[in-house]
């Protein structure tokens, strides 16, 4: 009788003492560490491969892009982002918040990874596949700091998150905005340093970096220099303006084709957020909404932009339906909806005189957005769609781009010019439009050419911008931002503050060091 | 040898008593009263006395000495301070304890209809805060013990029959997501699958000293469960049953259709869009579509309970069936939950007793969107009242076109036709144990408590057409499993010498748990059926990922009490806690305890003096941990993970670096002092019980974030924060219960009783001077609450409204807001004007501040039973004063920024050129600050609640004995009666998104508490 | 209260009406009936020719009912029938509104006997076809709702718009006809009186194949990269100049892409085969272009000058040869 006793009480004991030292170590159950992880190429690019995808960029890319870029600029109309529009912006203004969040993420992402891989060269890893890597980690950090700069003007620098959250010191201040473009242009020159002179197509190369030096340069009117990068990406050979000019935005196929030099990655997936490119939607007419495909046209050409367009420029029916713009190939149906079905039988019609109800287009307008909207789905003829989702990339710097950089950098400043290599950059964009070539080249040419080239692609606030305040203004307030049944609206009250947006208004609260005056950042 | 002997059992009231179990202790002889309450037994000469039970009464043993005739008067088991509390790892007499205990019986929790065991206590316990965050059945519940405790979970740890639930009590419920929109709330209470007619007994530690021996685990409180078991006597069934309809308790006063079109003149013109012409004539306008009525209904609820319990010799038994069915009063939402319980508990020998529990649940549950954009109640508030529910050709209405102006296409009636959200929950839980008495005074205890889970939530869209949208098929299937074990082994050692009383317990404890989870979607359901293998063939359609993770503690604890002569008690514990949440160096947590009381009653003075009070005093203090994670934090958090995705990014095959590591990560550390008093008056005619407390967290663990430019962040796609240890709270409070017997006489009883909850909750020290908890709402830019050290914690932090510019001379003085300038497009006649907190001469960020806490002064509830003869009646009210709530629904509903979106009428009474002293700004689409986060939108959620009141009727015993029952009792009950409040939304009680203690009190599209009528009826044979 | 789906819970009465207003109108025009028992109509129909009105059920109460007229409402006086739920029917007196209306022409230029096909609405009850401002009529060939042929009339007036009368009224077309008889034409069916081609690089050819008036127009190819224009000359006698020519009017069926084709005139201040901004014409890829031009606003024809050449150059093509018909080049007084 005892024994048992004594049993019972040390068996269970014996149990639980034999394994106590293992018994609480429960290491991550996928076992992957910084530690014993990132030790060949593929694994390193497959983190870096991360900073291109649309899961950290699309806060930014989808509305912010567009509110900032585009309707600022005067591009496009919207009733959502009124306040862009009108500039009565406020920190409290989503897109400002969407798109510092999204910017400083991915820099925290490229802080991490720059770190990590230094750590791991440090320790003996391959510095042939570590120092691209890293390189590419610059190209994005410059890439953005140099949005930022342009966006807020003097804006905070972060490299190291881990150190600041660890130290629970989170009063950083404002630096001037040419020590932010000076430490972006850094940052790309790291990257034009060690980036290889090609890789598999979308990946960044040498020219990637040059033609965001080129840009730079540029936006800081150092025309030189923005003229010698510009004609390395020329010279390079590597790229050329592609035919299938709306095809660039509307077909997965066509993805990092011979014309991009830098795009946010997409696939047409549903799992995770961000893969696909959800500006679709937001584009797409109301008439071409189907069951794949989401279409609420929150975003539409503005007047003054349909009327820059000189006539038999082909980049108007590329990257804008209106009234007769056609596509044979989509041919969108809808259930219960007879009448709708029978006018897009044979195809996808943009008519403003037929019925709304019927499949007509009748919108503040009279216009939508042909680029990145893919279509209204699969099953109707069209790229494939699932609900917001596209393949599509989001190309942010394009071969165009460095064409137009170079003659405006080679203009120098000047009234204009007749130079040769100049026209031949500038006339080679034209010649694609179905345009006559010039024969001399203004400012106010390059101007002209750049927003119906990269129209609805959120870049035109910045060639706005950069003219400075007042050239700024004479520009904005000429401009109609209005709608045909809303009448013409002028805007009157356009002031120098409104050339950069506000801090938003949660970050001031979480750090008051930006609502203070900027600081240098170098000495 | 034998001899018979003869009597009559009575009630309180001198009423024979059928049905009570007669057994002679020591022999195995048992017997019943008849029908008039008398009996007879025959019984060995070596018998010594008789056991009388009856259900609901307390036991008796009586003695039998050379009596022949026994006469027994049995009563209610309502002694307080007689009672047995059940403590940690054991049970003691309350009189013994010195630390701070509430325990509430389960004939203080019938007649409540409710589906989950936290929503009983409300009300019930003083220092417990218990708050629904969603009128869902089967809705997520904010439970609080003595205050908020940590940033990252404040749920008490549930123990049932020993079993701890250390996961939460909070279950999710996705995929609202995936069809569009957002989640909402997802949070959903993990007690509703437990089965509240089941439950003996709930007790509320709620001092370290009493939960020290639970150890970190504890850190929130705990509240032990014990459930029905078996007795010795004749066999029992009982059968319970309720039936209740429910409905919407309140509904905003939204414009009807010509309210909505006199709206749509004034405010057309304002953005230059034509005014319809349907709209000239207001004389001609009904009321249009009242979308209010489309989403809310009546719902109703049933509960069946069959029960069987009894004991023979050594053996007793329990098992229980449960049925329970609850439609929702909001379109889309219901929930169903079959349980079963059995136990078995034997006396294997002299010395050993082995009992087995065993408890399995199915629920089924239908989510409505609530508590978010896109979900069934915000469409409902601002659909306009022009769209019909349907077109005259029997099409979904919505989209409609008039006079060149497109609607909403939504059309939640429709909607709710195609869309839904299901989510199956399976449990099994339970513990085997085996107890060895092996000495007269030292025990041993082996349990082993066990529980498995599985999941399945299903969100499911089909094609069809509705309004303007048309939808695409759609099935999202996650699936996951878990499992816990904890096996614990504890001595226990009693001692009474004279009029010393020594008791000590120590013990081990090994606890492990495992999840893993799997959730597939597909698009293009064969004929609408919905499995995955009916989706597409195209593969870029599909989706597909997963996850697992584990966790496993060890423990040590010890506890020693000591008593002398009833006068006074002593108690220390102490428990070592290792954790796999924290590294190598700082894996263990150490945690003490001890408590004092002072019986003062029991003093020579005292009894002589004041013979019919009662008086103890209590001390406590104790400290205890707290090893939760953040959600979404990494696991391990001390080591730099890498996360893979399951689907394509960037070029196909992506990861990223999870997080920041942080190796010096450790326990969270609360400790808690506890000082008391009970006190019983007039022979315990009014019993007390009075805690005042301070419990203070410190190191807690949360993610270092800060201003998203560091690059940071909590959400699951962020570069994750590192986990620290920072910041502390402090909560300080008083808890007070108290008991009254106001008139106790043959016929007529009435008892009150009273609870009484205060804390007040500092967030002292942050990470940081310039950091702060924040939360935010709809999307990332929208900081709604902003905790500075100082102020309680979920504070809310916004501009102060100072009026409305409604002169010239008003805008030439004002400032600057936000940047704008005076002109019609920004800052005008009729905008919210703001206060210059900071006095800089203009309104920016720098002009937020506190406005306002979404913790109550206080809480309370009152309870009134009166029985008179065979009736009983019960009025139950509850409260909460002083908390404030943002109300983000009327955010939207008085936000005048939309000319198409319908409002409260209260927008009618707008600043315009002619009404210049209207109460709320004028109607702009441009002015972005007249909808920015300031008190504007913060409202006064205090509320007084009748939540029961329930009438009953016990059958005669002489029906009783016709129809051979032993019991049968009929009831009618209104649950949420009346709400007396000033708040303007459905319902102030709103509770915590997603159980978030960030956003407490956050209205943004709340599924409010329905009102619910219910009758039912008790029968036992 | 029982639930219900929020629809108003009006239901079917005995319908009676006290008016309807207004009580005449066109389509698209907002009516409101008013009266007893107008409760859960089903369908409104306009008598003449069947025609359903669409209407939202949520403005539709006991006393009143608010619709549209259809957009294709057939004129005239008629009944509108009000059916609800259980069947009652209730007839209100209407008179539609339906005037002609123009939307397009199928050619601006007639000349005696020629036909022009006018698309617009309400064309079906048209009466008459008058030139503006003269008693000369067309002939109507054919008229259907939306559509009407016309055969024209010889008349001396240089060019006028349409009075078109149906039986709701009198419709002015803003469309302006030219009357190619009174025309100076250089090329309609052939070249005018002393024109020929002179064309740069391949010659101007006349095709059967392409044509908008009549069955000939005149062909370019313009060869890629040289800038060529097409040139209807006239040496001998020349065209002496006259003030009484206000505009040049032409037709020009586009090339593959939309370009733009300068007018160019050795009568003009820049002279022969240069580019004038104010002499642009845009032209649409694929399509007839109609031009009618005002001598004024464009360099075309300087005081006292002869003109001996009237041309059409294009800058380009870059890249390919593109082919360009012309039809009707008339100057118009």
Same mark, same amino acid.
């Given at each position: 009788?005892?024994?048992?006793?004594?049993?019972?009480?040390?068996?269970?004991?014996?149990?639980?003492? !034999?394994?106590?030292?293992?018994?609480?170590?429960?290491?991550?159950?996928?076992?992957?560490?910084?530690?014993?992880?990132?030790?060949?190429?593929?694994?390193?690019?497959?983190?870096?491969?991360?900073?291109?995808?649309?899961?950290?960029?699309?806060?930014?890319?989808?509305?912010?892009?567009?509110?900032?870029?585009?309707?600022? !600029?005067?591009?496009?109309?919207?009733? &959502?982002?009124?306040?862009?529009?009108?500039?009565?912006?406020?920190?409290?203004?989503?897109?400002?918040?969407?798109?510092?969040?999204?910017?400083?993420?991915?820099?925290?992402?490229?802080?991490?990874?720059? =770190?990590?891989?230094?750590?791991?060269?440090?320790?003996?890893?391959?510095?042939?596949?570590?120092?691209?890597?890293?390189?590419?980690?610059?190209?994005?950090?410059?890439?953005?700091?140099?949005?930022?700069?342009?966006?807020?003007?003097?804006?905070?620098?972060?490299?190291?998150?881990?150190?600041?959250?660890? !130290?629970?010191?989170?009063?950083?201040?404002?630096?001037?905005?040419?020590?932010?473009?000076?430490?972006?242009?850094?940052?790309?020159?790291?990257?034009?340093?060690?980036?290889?002179?090609?890789?598999?197509?979308?990946?960044?190369?040498?020219?990637?970096?040059?033609?965001?030096?080129?840009?730079?340069?540029?936006?800081?009117?150092?025309?030189?220099?923005?003229? &010698?990068?510009?004609?390395?990406?020329?010279?390079?050979?590597?790229? !050329?303006?592609?035919?299938?000019?709306?095809?660039?935005?509307?077909?997965?196929?066509?993805?990092?084709?011979?014309?991009?030099?830098?795009?946010?990655?997409?696939?047409?997936?549903?799992?995770?957020?961000?893969?696909?490119?959800?500006?679709?939607?937001?584009?797409?007419?109301?008439?071409?909404?189907?069951?794949?495909?989401?279409?609420?046209?929150?975003?539409?050409?503005?007047?003054?932009?349909?009327?820059?367009?000189?006539?038999?420029?082909?980049?108007? =029916?590329?990257?804008?339906?209106?009234?007769?713009?056609?596509?044979?190939?989509?041919?969108?149906?809808?259930?219960?909806?007879?009448?709708?079905?029978?006018?897009?039988?044979?195809?996808?019609?943009?008519? &403003?005189?037929?019925?709304?109800?019927?499949?007509?287009?009748?919108?503040?307008?009279?216009?939508?957005?042909?680029?990145?909207?893919?279509?209204?789905?699969?099953?109707?003829?069209?790229?494939?769609?699932?609900?917001?989702?596209?393949?599509?990339?989001?190309?942010?710097?394009?071969?165009?781009?460095?064409?137009?950089?170079?003659?405006?950098?080679?203009?120098?400043?000047?009234?204009?010019?007749?130079?040769?290599?100049?026209?031949?950059?500038?006339?080679?964009?034209?010649?694609?439009?179905?345009?006559?070539?010039?024969?001399?080249?203004?400012?106010?040419?390059?101007?002209?050419?750049?927003?119906?080239?990269?129209?609805?692609?959120?870049?035109?606030?910045?060639?706005?911008?950069?003219?400075?305040?007042?050239?700024?203004?004479?520009?904005?307030?000429?401009?109609?931002?209005?709608?045909?049944?809303?009448?013409?609206?002028?805007?009157?009250?356009?002031?120098?503050?409104?050339?950069?947006?506000?801090?938003?208004?949660?970050?001031?609260?979480?750090?008051?060091?930006?609502?203070?005056?900027?600081?240098?950042?170098?000495? | 040898?034998?001899?018979?002997?003869?009597?009559?059992?009575?009630?309180?009231?001198?009423?024979?008593?059928?049905?009570?179990?007669?057994?002679?202790?020591?022999?195995?002889?048992?017997?019943?009263?008849?029908?008039?309450?008398?009996?007879?037994?025959?019984?060995?000469?070596?018998?010594?006395?008789?056991?009388?039970?009856?259900?609901?009464?307390?036991?008796?043993?009586?003695?039998?000495?050379?009596?022949?005739?026994?006469?027994?008067?049995?009563?209610?088991?309502?002694?307080?301070?007689?009672?047995?509390?059940?403590?940690?790892?054991?049970?003691?007499?309350?009189?013994?304890?010195?630390?701070?205990?509430?325990?509430?019986?389960?004939?203080?929790?019938?007649?409540?209809?409710v589906?989950?065991?936290d929503q009983?206590l409300q009300g019930k316990a003083a220092g417990v805060t218990v708050t629904s965050n969603s009128g869902?059945?089967?809705g997520g519940v904010s439970i609080k013990v003595r205050g908020v405790?940590?940033?990252?979970?404040n749920?008490?740890?549930?123990?049932?029959?020993?079993? *701890?639930?250390?996961?939460?009590?909070?279950?999710?419920?996705?995929?609202?997501?995936?069809?569009?929109?957002?989640?909402?709330q997802?949070?959903?209470?993990?007690?509703?699958? /437990?089965?509240?007619?089941?439950?003996?007994?709930?007790?509320?530690?709620?001092?370290?000293?009493?939960?020290?021996?639970?150890?970190?685990?504890?850190?929130?409180?705990?509240?032990?469960?014990?459930?029905?078991?078996?007795?010795?006597?004749?066999?029992?069934?009982?059968?319970?049953?309720?039936?209740?309809?429910?409905?919407v308790a309140n509904k905003l006063d939204?414009?009807?259709?010509?309210?909505?079109?006199?709206?749509?003149?004034?405010?057309?013109?304002?953005?230059?869009?034509?005014?319809?012409?349907?709209?000239?004539?207001?004389?001609?306008?009904?009321?249009?579509?009242?979308?209010?009525?489309?989403?809310?209904?009546?719902?109703?609820?049933?509960?069946?309970?069959?029960?069987?319990?009894?004991?023979?010799?050594?053996?007793?038994?329990?098992?229980?069936?449960?049925?329970?069915?609850?439609?929702?009063?909001?379109?889309?939402?219901?929930?169903?939950?079959?349980?079963?319980?059995?136990?078995?508990?034997?006396?294997?020998?002299?010395?050993?007793?082995?009992?087995?529990?065993?408890?399995?649940?199915?629920?089924?549950?239908?989510?409505?969107?609530a508590d978010?954009?896109?979900?069934?109640i915000?469409?409902?508030?601002?659909?306009?009242?022009?769209?019909?529910?349907?077109? /005259?050709?029997?099409?979904?209405?919505?989209?409609?076109?008039?006079?060149?102006?497109?609607?909403?296409?939504?059309?939640?009636?429709?909607?709710?036709?195609?869309?839904?959200?299901?989510?199956?929950?399976?449990?099994?839980?339970?513990?085997?144990?085996?107890?060895?008495?092996?000495?007269?005074? /030292?025990?041993?205890?082996?349990?082993?408590?066990?529980?498995?889970?599985?999941?399945?939530?299903?969100?499911?869209?089909?094609?069809?057409?509705?309004?303007?949208?048309?939808?695409?098929?759609?099935?999202?299937?996650?699936?996951?499993?878990?499992?816990?074990?904890?096996?614990?082994?504890?001595?226990?050692?009693?001692?009474?010498?004279?009029?010393?009383?020594?008791?000590?317990?120590?013990?081990?404890?090994?606890?492990?748990?495992?999840?893993?989870?799997?959730?597939?979607?597909?698009?293009?359901?064969?004929?609408?059926?919905?499995?995955?293998?009916?989706?597409?063939?195209?593969?870029?359609?599909?989706? /597909?990922?997963?996850?697992?993770?584990?966790?496993?503690?060890?423990?040590?604890?010890?506890?020693?009490?000591?008593?002398?002569?009833?006068?006074?008690?002593?108690?220390?514990?102490?428990?070592?806690?290792?954790?796999?949440?924290?590294?190598?160096?700082?894996?263990?947590?150490?945690?003490?305890?001890?408590?004092?009381?002072?019986?003062?009653?029991?003093?020579?003075?005292?009894?002589?003096?004041?013979?019919?009070?009662?008086?103890?005093?209590?001390?406590?203090?104790?400290?205890?941990?707290?090893?939760?994670?953040?959600?979404?934090?990494?696991?391990?958090?001390?080591?730099?993970?890498?996360?893979?995705?399951?689907?394509?990014?960037?070029?196909?095959?992506?990861?990223?670096?999870?997080?920041?590591?942080?190796?010096?990560?450790?326990?969270?550390?609360?400790?808690?002092?506890?000082?008391?008093?009970?006190?019983?008056?007039?022979?315990?005619?009014?019993?007390?019980?009075?805690?005042?407390?301070?419990?203070?967290?410190?190191?807690?663990?949360?993610?270092?974030?800060?201003?998203?430019?560091?690059?940071?962040?909590?959400?699951?796609?962020?570069?994750?924060? $590192?986990?620290?240890?920072?910041?502390?709270?402090?909560n300080t409070g008083i808890d007070i219960g108290i008991?009254?017997?106001?008139?106790?006489?043959?016929?007529?009883?009435?008892?009150t009783n009273l609870v009484f909850t205060k804390f007040k909750n500092t967030y002292?020290?942050?990470?940081?001077?310039?950091?702060?908890?924040?939360g935010?709402v709809?999307?990332?830019?929208?900081?709604i609450t902003h905790t500075? *050290?100082?102020r309680p914690v979920g504070s809310f932090w916004g501009?102060v409204t100072?009026?409305?510019?409604?002169?010239?001379?008003?805008?030439?003085?004002?400032?600057?807001?936000?940047?704008?300038?005076?002109?019609?497009?920004?800052?005008?006649?009729?905008?919210?004007?703001?206060?210059?907190?900071?006095?800089?001469?203009?309104?920016?960020?720098?002009?937020?501040t506190f406005i306002g806490s979404p913790l109550p002064d206080f809480t309370y509830g009152l309870t009134n039973?009166?029985?008179?003869?065979?009736?009983?009646?019960?009025l139950f009210i509850q409260g909460s004063q002083g908390a404030k709530a943002f109300n983000f629904l009327r955010w939207?509903l008085e936000?005048?920024?939309?000319?198409?979106?319908?409002?409260m009428?209260t927008?009618?009474?707008?600043?315009?050129?002619?009404?210049?002293?209207?109460s709320?700004?004028?109607?702009?689409?441009?002015?972005?600050?007249?909808?920015?986060m300031s008190d504007r939108y913060v409202e006064d959620a205090s509320y007084l609640r009748i939540q029961n009141i329930? +009438?009953?009727?016990?059958? $005669?015993?002489?029906? +009783?004995?016709?129809?051979?029952?032993?019991?049968?009792?009929?009831?009618?009950?209104i649950q949420n009666l009346k709400t007396f409040t000033k708040y303007s939304g459905y319902d102030p009680e709103i509770g915590a998104f997603?159980n978030s203690i960030k956003l407490m009190n956050v209205d943004a599209g709340h599924y409010p508490n329905p009102r619910t009528?219910?009758?039912?009826?008790?029968?036992?044979? | 209260?029982?639930?219900?789906?929020?629809?108003?819970?009006?239901?079917?009465?005995?319908?009676?009406?006290?008016?309807?207003?207004?009580?005449?109108?066109?389509?698209?025009?907002?009516?409101?009936?008013?009266?007893?028992?107008?409760?859960?109509?089903?369908?409104?129909?306009?008598?003449?020719?069947?025609?359903?009105?669409?209407?939202?059920?949520?403005?539709?109460?006991?006393?009143?009912?608010?619709?549209?007229?259809?957009?294709?409402?057939?004129?005239?006086?008629?009944?509108?029938?009000?059916?609800?739920?259980?069947?009652?029917?209730?007839?209100?007196?209407?008179?539609?509104?339906?005037?002609?209306?123009?939307?397009?022409?199928?050619?601006?230029?007639?000349?005696?006997?020629?036909?022009?096909?006018?698309?617009?609405?309400?064309?079906?009850?048209?009466?008459?076809?008058?030139?503006?401002?003269?008693?000369?009529?067309?002939?109507?060939?054919?008229?259907?709702?939306?559509?009407?042929?016309?055969?024209?009339?010889?008349?001396?007036?240089?060019?006028?718009?349409?009075?078109?009368?149906?039986?709701?009224?009198?419709?002015?077309?803003?469309?302006?006809?030219?009357?190619?008889?009174?025309?100076?034409?250089?090329?309609?069916?052939?070249?005018?009186?002393?024109?020929?081609?002179?064309?740069?690089?391949?010659?101007?050819?006349?095709?059967?194949?392409?044509?908008?008036?009549?069955?000939?127009?005149?062909?370019?190819?313009?060869?890629?990269?040289?800038?060529?224009?097409?040139?209807?000359?006239?040496? @001998?006698?020349?065209?002496?100049?006259?003030?009484?020519?206000?505009?040049?009017?032409?037709?020009?069926?586009?090339?593959?892409?939309?370009?733009?084709? @300068?007018?160019?005139?050795?009568?003009?201040?820049?002279?022969?085969?240069? @580019?004038?901004?104010?002499?642009?014409?845009?032209?649409?890829?694929?399509?007839?272009?109609?031009?009618?031009?005002?001598?004024?606003?464009?360099?075309?024809?300087?005081?006292?000058?002869?003109?001996?050449?009237?041309?059409?150059?294009?800058?380009?093509?870059?890249?390919?040869?593109?082919?360009? @018909?012309?039809?009707?080049?008339?100057?118009?007084?």
């Amino acid at each position: 009788m005892r024994l048992l006793k004594i049993s019972a009480l040390v068996i269970p004991m014996m149990i639980s003492a !034999s394994c106590s030292k293992d018994f609480i170590e429960r290491p991550s159950l996928s076992g992957t560490t910084t530690g014993n992880y990132y030790n060949n190429a593929s694994e390193v690019r497959a983190a870096t491969s991360t900073l291109y995808s649309g899961l950290p960029w699309r806060n930014y890319e989808s509305r912010a892009q567009d509110a900032i870029g585009d309707v600022m !600029s005067g591009n496009m109309f919207t009733y &959502t982002d009124v306040e862009y529009l009108n500039f009565s912006l406020s920190s409290a203004s989503e897109r400002v918040g969407a798109a510092w969040g999204a910017f400083y993420k991915i820099i925290g992402y490229a802080n991490v990874m720059i =770190k990590t891989f230094e750590e791991k060269k440090a320790a003996g890893g391959g510095a042939d596949y570590l120092d691209p890597a890293i390189a590419e980690c610059h190209f994005i950090r410059g890439t953005l700091y140099f949005y930022i700069a342009r966006t807020w003007g003097d804006a905070p620098i972060i490299t190291d998150p881990g150190a600041t959250a660890l !130290s629970g010191n989170f009063n950083i201040p404002r630096y001037y905005q040419k020590d932010v473009l000076r430490f972006a242009l850094e940052e790309l020159q790291m990257a034009e340093a060690n980036l290889p002179e090609s890789d598999e197509p979308g990946r960044l190369t040498k020219y990637s970096a040059k033609g965001m030096m080129a840009k730079l340069y540029l936006y800081n009117k150092d025309y030189a220099n923005a003229k &010698t990068k510009a004609q390395e990406v020329i010279n390079s050979g590597k790229y !050329s303006l592609v035919s299938d000019y709306n095809g660039m935005f509307t077909k997965a196929s066509m993805n990092n084709n011979v014309e991009s030099l830098f795009s946010i990655q997409h696939q047409f997936a549903v799992d995770p957020w961000g893969t696909g490119n959800i500006k679709n939607p937001d584009r797409g007419a109301s008439n071409l909404r189907t069951a794949e495909a989401d279409a609420w046209e929150m975003y539409m050409p503005s007047l003054d932009l349909l009327n820059e367009y000189e006539f038999g420029d082909l980049r108007r =029916k590329w990257s804008v339906m209106e009234h007769g713009w056609t596509n044979p190939n989509w041919k969108p149906q809808r259930a219960n909806q007879p009448k709708y079905n029978e006018f897009m039988a044979n195809g996808y019609k943009y008519d &403003t005189i037929q019925p709304v109800d019927d499949g007509g287009a009748k919108n503040a307008v009279r216009a939508n957005i042909a680029k990145y909207f893919a279509g209204p789905g699969k099953t109707y003829g069209s790229e494939s769609v699932l609900g917001q989702n596209s393949g599509n990339n989001v190309v942010l710097l394009r071969y165009a781009d460095i064409l137009l950089i170079y003659a405006e950098a080679t203009l120098a400043g000047a009234a204009s010019t007749t130079d040769a290599s100049a026209l031949q950059a500038l006339n080679a964009v034209r010649a694609r439009a179905g345009l006559p070539a010039r024969t001399s080249v203004t400012a106010d040419n390059i101007f002209h050419e750049r927003r119906v080239e990269f129209a609805f692609e959120g870049d035109f606030w910045y060639d706005i911008q950069r003219q400075g305040y007042a050239k700024a203004k004479a520009i904005i307030e000429k401009q109609n931002r209005g709608s045909i049944e809303g009448g013409a609206n002028y805007i009157t009250t356009f002031t120098e503050d409104r050339m950069y947006l506000p801090i938003p208004a949660g970050e001031i609260i979480q750090d008051p060091e930006l609502a203070k005056p900027a600081v240098p950042y170098y000495k | 040898q034998q001899r018979t002997i003869t009597g009559k059992v009575t009630d309180d009231r001198g009423e024979g008593l059928p049905g009570v179990s007669i057994v002679a202790k020591g022999a195995n002889q048992g017997t019943a009263t008849n029908a008039d309450g008398n009996y007879s037994i025959t019984v060995p000469n070596t018998a010594t006395s008789l056991i009388f039970s009856f259900v609901g009464m307390t036991p008796k043993e009586i003695t039998i000495g050379n009596q022949t005739k026994i006469d027994v008067k049995m009563t209610s088991e309502d002694q307080t301070l007689e009672e047995v509390v059940v403590v940690g790892y054991g049970t003691s007499k309350r009189a013994d304890i010195s630390s701070s205990i509430t325990s509430v019986k389960a004939k203080d929790l019938k007649d409540m209809p409710v589906a989950g065991v936290d929503q009983m206590l409300q009300g019930k316990a003083a220092g417990v805060t218990v708050t629904s965050n969603s009128g869902q059945p089967g809705g997520g519940v904010s439970i609080k013990v003595r205050g908020v405790t940590s940033i990252n979970s404040n749920d008490p740890l549930f123990v049932i029959d020993g079993v *701890p639930f250390v996961n939460g009590n909070t279950s999710d419920n996705r995929g609202f997501d995936g069809l569009g929109g957002s989640n909402g709330q997802t949070g959903n209470s993990v007690m509703a699958m /437990l089965n509240p007619n089941d439950i003996e007994s709930i007790d509320v530690l709620k001092d370290a000293s009493a939960q020290a021996i639970y150890g970190s685990q504890a850190a929130n409180g705990v509240i032990l469960i014990t459930t029905k078991k078996g007795k010795q006597g004749e066999g029992k069934i009982n059968y319970e049953m309720y039936y209740g309809v429910s409905e919407v308790a309140n509904k905003l006063d939204l414009m009807d259709l010509r309210q909505f079109a006199q709206y749509q003149n004034e405010v057309l013109p304002i953005i230059g869009n034509p005014v319809s012409d349907e709209f000239k004539d207001l004389s001609v306008l009904g009321k249009g579509t009242d979308w209010q009525e489309a989403m809310f209904r009546h719902g109703n609820v049933q509960n069946h309970q069959l029960s069987f319990s009894g004991g023979k010799d050594k053996t007793s038994y329990y098992l229980s069936l449960n049925y329970y069915d609850n439609t929702g009063i909001l379109l889309g939402s219901d929930f169903k939950r079959f349980s079963t319980r059995f136990s078995l508990d034997n006396q294997l020998k002299s010395w050993a007793k082995v009992g087995v529990s065993a408890n399995a649940t199915r629920s089924i549950q239908n989510v409505s969107l609530a508590d978010a954009a896109e979900s069934t109640i915000w469409w409902g508030a601002v659909t306009s009242p022009l769209t019909p529910v349907k077109n /005259l050709d029997g099409t979904w209405g919505g989209g409609q076109m008039i006079g060149g102006v497109r609607y909403s296409n939504a059309n939640l009636v429709g909607n709710s036709q195609f869309r839904g959200n299901t989510k199956t929950t399976n449990n099994v839980f339970g513990s085997l144990y085996a107890e060895f008495q092996i000495l007269k005074d /030292l025990s041993l205890r082996n349990e082993l408590s066990y529980s498995l889970g599985q999941d399945n939530n299903i969100a499911f869209q089909k094609t069809g057409n509705v309004g303007g949208d048309t939808f695409r098929s759609k099935l999202i299937d996650s699936r996951s499993d878990s499992y816990y074990y904890s096996l614990t082994n504890y001595l226990n050692y009693n001692k009474y010498i004279n009029k010393h009383g020594f008791q000590a317990t120590v013990g081990h404890q090994a606890q492990s748990s495992y999840y893993q989870s799997i959730s597939g979607t597909k698009v293009d359901l064969q004929a609408n059926i919905f499995d995955l293998n009916t989706g597409s063939a195209d593969q870029t359609t599909w989706g /597909l990922s997963g996850g697992k993770g584990h966790w496993a503690m060890e423990s040590y604890f010890a506890r020693a009490n000591y008593t002398y002569d009833d006068r006074y008690s002593v108690s220390a514990s102490f428990r070592a806690d290792g954790s796999s949440n924290f590294g190598p160096n700082n894996r263990w947590g150490y945690f003490p305890g001890v408590s004092v009381g002072w019986t003062v009653s029991n003093e020579k003075f005292m009894k002589e003096k004041l013979s019919s009070t009662y008086l103890k005093v209590r001390f406590g203090y104790g400290a205890v941990g707290n090893q939760n994670f953040p959600g979404g934090a990494p696991n391990p958090a001390y080591v730099g993970a890498v996360q893979f995705f399951s689907g394509p990014v960037g070029f196909g095959t992506s990861n990223m670096i999870n997080g920041i590591p942080n190796p010096n990560l450790k326990w969270e550390s609360v400790k808690t002092t506890n000082a008391g008093i009970d006190l019983g008056l007039f022979n315990g005619r009014i019993d007390a019980t009075i805690d005042v407390y301070k419990k203070v967290t410190s190191d807690m663990i949360i993610f270092l974030t800060g201003p998203n430019l560091i690059g940071v962040g909590d959400q699951w796609d962020d570069l994750k924060a $590192p986990l620290g240890n920072a910041g502390q709270m402090t909560n300080t409070g008083i808890d007070i219960g108290i008991t009254s017997t106001n008139i106790k006489t043959n016929d007529l009883t009435w008892k009150t009783n009273l609870v009484f909850t205060k804390f007040k909750n500092t967030y002292d020290k942050a990470a940081s001077a310039a950091s702060a908890l924040d939360g935010k709402v709809y999307y990332n830019n929208y900081l709604i609450t902003h905790t500075t *050290p100082g102020r309680p914690v979920g504070s809310f932090w916004g501009l102060v409204t100072d009026g409305l510019y409604r002169t010239q001379a008003d805008l030439d003085n004002s400032l600057p807001q936000f940047g704008y300038i005076v002109d019609p497009t920004q800052t005008y006649l009729g905008d919210v004007r703001f206060k210059d907190i900071n006095g800089d001469g203009k309104i920016d960020a720098n002009d937020m501040t506190f406005i306002g806490s979404p913790l109550p002064d206080f809480t309370y509830g009152l309870t009134n039973n009166v029985n008179y003869k065979n009736f009983d009646f019960t009025l139950f009210i509850q409260g909460s004063q002083g908390a404030k709530a943002f109300n983000f629904l009327r955010w939207q509903l008085e936000g005048l920024n939309s000319a198409w979106s319908n409002q409260m009428t209260t927008v009618l009474d707008r600043y315009t050129d002619d009404n210049p002293n209207g109460s709320l700004p004028r109607f702009t689409n441009t002015n972005k600050n007249n909808t920015a986060m300031s008190d504007r939108y913060v409202e006064d959620a205090s509320y007084l609640r009748i939540q029961n009141i329930t +009438l009953g009727y016990r059958v $005669p015993r002489k029906v +009783l004995n016709k129809i051979k029952g032993a019991n049968f009792r009929i009831y009618g009950s209104i649950q949420n009666l009346k709400t007396f409040t000033k708040y303007s939304g459905y319902d102030p009680e709103i509770g915590a998104f997603n159980n978030s203690i960030k956003l407490m009190n956050v209205d943004a599209g709340h599924y409010p508490n329905p009102r619910t009528f219910t009758v039912g009826a008790n029968v036992e044979f | 209260t029982e639930d219900t789906d929020g629809r108003p819970q009006i239901g079917p009465g005995n319908p009676k009406s006290s008016g309807i207003k207004p009580d005449s109108a066109a389509g698209g025009t907002v009516l409101t009936l008013k009266g007893t028992g107008l409760g859960d109509m089903r369908s409104i129909v306009f008598e003449k020719n069947n025609v359903p009105a669409g209407f939202q059920p949520t403005l539709n109460t006991d006393e009143a009912i608010i619709f549209r007229v259809p957009e294709d409402a057939s004129g005239g006086d008629q009944n509108i029938i009000f059916t609800n739920s259980a069947g009652a029917k209730l007839s209100v007196p209407f008179k539609v509104l339906a005037f002609p209306s123009v939307a397009s022409v199928s050619n601006y230029n007639f000349t005696k006997d020629s036909e022009i096909t006018i698309d617009g609405n309400n064309l079906d009850d048209v009466i008459s076809v008058t030139l503006t401002g003269t008693t000369e009529q067309a002939t109507i060939v054919s008229k259907t709702k939306k559509q009407l042929v016309v055969k024209m009339p010889a008349s001396a007036v240089n060019s006028a718009t349409l009075d078109i009368v149906n039986s709701t009224g009198l419709f002015k077309t803003t469309q302006e006809f030219v009357n190619l008889d009174k025309a100076l034409k250089i090329f309609t069916e052939g070249y005018g009186e002393g024109f020929a081609d002179g064309s740069w690089g391949d010659a101007g050819a006349i095709s059967s194949a392409q044509f908008k008036s009549g069955t000939k127009s005149v062909g370019k190819n313009y060869q890629k990269g040289n800038w060529h224009l097409i040139n209807f000359t006239n040496w @001998y006698p020349s065209v002496p100049y006259s003030a009484d020519y206000k505009y040049l009017s032409v037709w020009i069926k586009g090339a593959s892409e939309d370009y733009s084709l @300068y007018i160019t005139t050795d009568a003009s201040k820049a002279g022969f085969g240069n @580019y004038v901004d104010s002499n642009k014409l845009n032209v649409k890829a694929g399509v007839w272009n109609y031009f009618k031009v005002r001598l004024a606003d464009i360099d075309f024809w300087s005081a006292g000058k002869t003109l001996a050449q009237v041309g059409f150059r294009i800058q380009g093509p870059d890249k390919q040869d593109e082919v360009f @018909y012309f039809d009707d080049v008339i100057l118009v007084k």
